[in-house]
């Protein structure tokens, strides 16, 4: 059990990210070893590491957290059962047998910060790790006695057998002398001591006092050792290297660097150790329990669906067959599809947290391929979209009055049921490339933007601009307002009302039949005469069905 100290800024954590392989910034120069030989694949799920702040999906309860390491850590030739009982020695270990089908919840509405640390700790003895254990700064945010809880844990795991390296920041005496070995450093990542504590932390302190004051009999050894090593007027990096405790330290690394041949790890040396689908089962198992048990989510996603609905059924009502209620029809299908920003912007912040939960811990600790996050986080949401799909088609599919045989309905409700599955991939697929939530949700406006923009009705490709016309050809959107705006139109006679009607005078002694029948012989004409034999006044209407009014939003 070794702790790792020094001042602010001295590179505790860094160091510990650095023996983790956790750490992807700067170049890493030297070797790392493992009883004298190169790190093995199997590394990151062989060891554990311990967050400072204590990362956990808040819809988890322990148990099920530690039995998701167990399972997904621990090597496929270990029984399910073997598993699931280490996961129920651990929690009896830490002690956590009251709370272990709790809820861990989030900080302040939860469990609270020592036992988070606990779950913390246990979700990385659950993948019962054979290398090392690591924790950044255990104590962090701890009262005193939550802390020295803490690190009596640890001890207790260290004489059970397993190795500790710890990132501690002045710890009380009675912490400090539960450590077996110490790394001092200072700014600069520079080692001024590693090496044994003795009883009652003896030895380190007798180093110290051969070149500089003693430590005094009431004084915590932490705040000793800090106060001394930080003095600037002593070159204690230099003194170390000339001391014989590092000269012995150098032996014996290079003692074991000389035996690596005759080292040999037990235990897969896989970078994950059950098989894809197996990871990919429980993970999505877990993806949809979360889903399930935030009922705000699924509420808000069903209350959404349902505003939405009614806002654009109740909005056009019944519409009839004239000119003006045709022109209805499809911007109210263009208006079912503006409804896109809105559920993106619920399925972003849902997406966001899976993926922080995944790259902070388990990508890291090689519990799954980072695949398996993206299919799981894709197939969870597939029921609950095809849900909201279904309530809003209905209330709005009906309610306009769009044609109710088995066939138009249904491919009516097939298109609005992908157009659903479009929004969530969309959504995911922006929060991805984005960091934060709230730079998610920028992006959300200005890409929406786009793609509502060049999906038909607004700008329809005749009429835009040829520089943008390519857009029509890659927008999965066009295509959906194209079939099932020609869904809902075609073959719908068209009558035009009194106000829609044009109005044309007639050539003497020709009716307006004959006057007309040019233009209608072209190929682009649309509509129809009311009155073609009358010879004075005659009346226009601009198209005779549906077919030829979608024909307006379609390219030449």
Same mark, same amino acid.
């Given at each position: ?21 956790? !750490? ?19 590394? &990151? ?10 990362i956990h999906l808040d819809s988890s309860t322990v148990r099920e957290a530690l039995q998701l390491s167990a399972r997904l850590r621990r090597p496929e030739s270990i029984s399910l059962e073997e598993k699931m009982t280490h996961v129920e020695v651990i929690i009896k270990l830490l002690e956590m047998e009251d709370i272990a089908d709790a809820v861990i919840g989030v900080p302040g509405a939860g469990l609270n910060l020592e036992r988070r640390k606990r779950v913390s700790i246990g979700v990385e003895l659950a993948a019962r790790p ?34 500790? +390296? ?30 044994? @504590? ?40 230099? !003194? ?12 014996? +690394?290079?003692? !074991? ?19 894809? +689908? ?30 939405? &609905? @009614? ?5 056009? =009502? ?21 409804? /896109? ?22 990508? $890291? ?14 197939? #969870? ?5 095809? @849900?909201?799909?279904?309530?809003? %088609? ?38 991805? +490339? ?16 786009? #793609? ?10 005749? =009429?835009?601009?040829? /520089? %943008? ?12 307002? $194209? ?16 106000? $829609? ?27 129809? @005469? ?27």
């Open positions: 059990m070794t702790a790792l100290m020094g001042l602010s800024g001295a590179g505790k954590t860094t160091l510990l990210d650095t023996l983790a392989q956790r !750490i992807n910034i700067g170049v890493l120069l030297g070797g790392l070893y493992l009883d004298g030989c190169p790190l093995p694949q199997s590394m &990151g799920r062989r060891t554990g590491f311990v967050h400072q702040n204590d054979d290398i090392l254990l690591f924790l950044d700064e255990p104590t962090s945010g701890l009262d005193g006695n939550s802390a020295l809880s803490i690190v009596q844990l640890m001890r207790k795991l260290s004489n059970a057998g397993q190795t500790i +390296l710890c990132t501690i920041h002045q710890p009380s005496s009675q912490m400090i002398e539960l450590f077996d070995s110490l790394l001092l450093l200072i700014p600069g990542g520079k080692t001024t001591y590693f090496g044994p @504590l003795g009883p009652r932390c003896k030895k380190i302190i007798d180093y110290f006092a051969r070149h500089t004051r003693p430590c005094r009999d009431t004084e915590n050894p932490a705040d000793y050792l800090l106060e001394v090593s930080s003095s600037t007027e002593t070159d204690w990096f230099q !003194i170390w290297k000339e001391s014989p405790e590092f000269l012995a330290t150098q032996e014996q +690394l290079q003692d !074991i660097l000389q035996e690596k041949e005759d080292t040999s790890l037990s235990g897969s040396d896989k970078a994950y150790a059950v098989p894809y +689908l197996e990871q990919l089962r429980v993970v999505t198992r877990r993806a949809f329990i979360n889903y399930w048990r935030d009922s705000d989510y699924v509420l808000g996603k069903v209350q959404l669906n349902i505003w939405m &609905g @009614l806002m654009n059924g109740l909005t056009f =009502l019944q519409l009839s067959n004239d000119l003006a209620d045709s022109r209805g029809r499809m911007f109210s299908i263009f208006v079912s599809v503006i409804t /896109g920003p809105v559920l993106s912007l619920q399925i972003e912040p849902r997406f966001i947290i899976l993926r922080d939960q995944f790259l902070a811990r388990e990508n $890291e600790s090689r519990v799954y391929h980072w695949s398996v996050f993206t299919i799981s986080a894709l197939l #969870v949401e597939i029921p609950f979209t095809l @849900l909201g799909g279904l309530i809003y %088609w209905l209330l709005w599919h009906y309610m306009v009055g769009y044609y109710y045989t088995s066939d138009r309905a249904g491919y009516a409700f097939l298109m609005y049921e992908l157009y659903s599955l479009f929004v969530a991939s969309l959504a995911q697929l922006t929060a991805a +490339l984005f960091p934060t939530v709230l730079a998610a949700q920028t992006a959300t406006g200005f890409v929406w933007l786009v #793609v509502n923009t060049f999906n038909g009705p607004l700008s329809p490709p005749p =009429l835009t601009p040829r /520089g %943008w016309r390519w857009f029509y050809s890659i927008s999965p959107l066009f295509y959906y307002i $194209e079939g099932i705006g020609t869904n809902a139109m075609h073959a719908l006679d068209i009558t035009c009302e009194g106000s $829609e009607i044009q109005i044309f005078k007639a050539p003497l002694s020709e009716t307006c039949a004959s006057f007309a029948a040019e233009f209608f012989n072209m190929s682009n004409s649309t509509g129809y @005469l009311i009155n073609p034999d009358a010879t004075d006044q005659c009346e226009y209407c601009s198209y005779a069905d549906g077919d030829q009014y979608v024909s307006a939003f379609c390219p030449p």
